[in-house]
């Protein structure tokens, strides 16, 4: 789950519209906003099999599917 994690922070961080003006901040969080909610569905359709090849298990697939679209 640290890579979900860190590629959040490196959006964050490349992100042109961190340090910018209002609108383009809310653009930025939504696009991030959007980017979670799809992943975690993603995620959520892996197969054991699929989850074992990438290091994830049950309970961290869990756990990160779990969460808020905000986290």
């Known amino acids: 789950m640290e890579r979900a ?3 959040d ?3 964050h961080q ?4 961190s340090g910018g003006s209002l609108p383009l901040r809310a653009i ?3 696009l ?3 980017r979670r909610i799809s ?3 993603e995620l959520a359709k892996l197969d054991e099999r699929l989850l074992a090849d990438a290091g994830i ?3 961290d697939r869990a ?3 779990d969460k808020p679209f905000w986290r």
């Open 5 to 7: 994690l860190s590629s």
């Open 32 to 34: 991030l906003w959007q």
């Open 9 to 11: 922070l490196m959006f």
């Open 39 to 41: 992943s975690r569905r």
């Open 57 to 59: 298990s049950t309970y």
């Open 14 to 17: 490349q992100n042109p519209a």
């Open 28 to 30: 930025g969080t939504l």
């Open 63 to 65: 756990i990160e599917v």
